[in-house]
């Protein structure tokens, strides 16, 4: 059952146990078979996208006081973190969604796997016209989404599920603006730059913008007069998640950290930077790795 960040208020416990990656005298050694001792700290280096935010803080001292030192290493570049990880360099990433995963391991014929759900982050469409709901963008409009493969599919099922387009057979993670029924649509979509897309908001009726390009133009993610938080199923591909290699995917020390991340305290953190534009995930790691499979076959066979 998905919860409201809000509403998240236990931990989540994980139906499996997690292996550790090679790593140095102190680090969750390979074959660990119990949780950390805070009388004999273990550390676990992690790579994120976001590191100066608030909640990684929280989440880092309780972690030390359960005896793991989590070492946090921040990149801007995303696709640096999972290369990383399958090096052994960083034991666990948490910065991507399952798409992005499925893209990364069949692109590089690695096999990391998500052991943990977190969150889903809104998609959300922005207009700084009259415009209160999604029904009232009269026919005809133009709307502005990122063109990058990854966010311009999910804006497309953003705008479906908004009733202002409608798919070819439904749509899915891999559909680009052809895909589009034109006799079955309101409006018209003008793909750009994802950083084009706040810029764009001021000419056209509204515009798809991801939550980081949102927050870097001052724009509040919570004026979106529609998100894919509203439609769950399919924002699917987009859960967020940590991830490990598979040959480490059974450590306890790792299903401690995960645990620790879903502390209320923590959420609380999480929260309040997000502004309320997430929704909680307590998929177990098989369900994800379920999701993380069909998506592979989709892009293979969108590849053959």
């Known amino acids: 059952m998905k919860r409201k960040l809000s509403t998240l208020v236990a931990a989540i416990a994980l139906t499996a146990t997690l292996a550790a990656c090679a790593g140095g005298a102190d680090s969750a050694a390979s074959g660990a078979t119990a949780t950390a001792d805070p009388s004999d700290p273990v550390t676990v280096k992690v790579g994120v996208t976001d590191g100066s935010k608030a909640y990684w803080q929280v989440f880092v001292d309780l972690a030390k006081e359960e005896g793991i030192d989590v070492e946090l290493q921040n990149f801007t570049d995303y696709q640096q973190p999972n290369p990383i990880v399958s090096q052994g360099e960083l034991e666990l990433n948490q910065f991507q969604h399952l798409l992005f995963l499925a893209n990364y391991n069949l692109s590089a014929d690695a096999d990391l796997v998500p052991i943990s759900a977190t969150v889903i982050y809104q998609l959300g469409l922005y207009t700084e016209k009259d415009y209160e709901t999604p029904a009232d963008i ?70 798809i913008i991801n939550n980081n390009f949102a927050s870097d133009a001052g724009i509040d993610p919570t004026t979106a007069i529609y998100s894919d938080l509203e439609d769950l199923e399919a924002a699917e591909p987009y859960i967020n998640v940590w991830v490990a290699r598979a040959e480490d995917a059974e450590n306890p020390i790792y299903a401690q950290l995960v645990e620790i991340y879903h502390d209320p305290s923590v959420t609380e953190a999480l929260l309040e930077e997000s502004k309320g534009t997430a929704v909680a995930q307590d998929q177990t790691p098989a369900e994800l790795q379920e999701i993380l499979a069909g998506l592979t076959a989709d892009l293979e066979a969108a590849a053959s």
């Open 138 to 207: 009269p026919d005809g409009a133009e709307i502005a989404i990122p063109n990058d493969a990854t966010n311009q599919a999910r804006a497309l099922l953003v705008l479906q599920s908004a009733e202002l387009i409608t798919l070819k057979d439904g749509g899915g993670a891999l559909s680009t603006p052809a895909d589009i029924v034109a006799d079955e649509s309101r409006v018209t979509v003008v793909p750009v730059d994802a950083n084009q897309t706040t810029v764009q908001l001021k000419s056209l009726d509204a515009a």
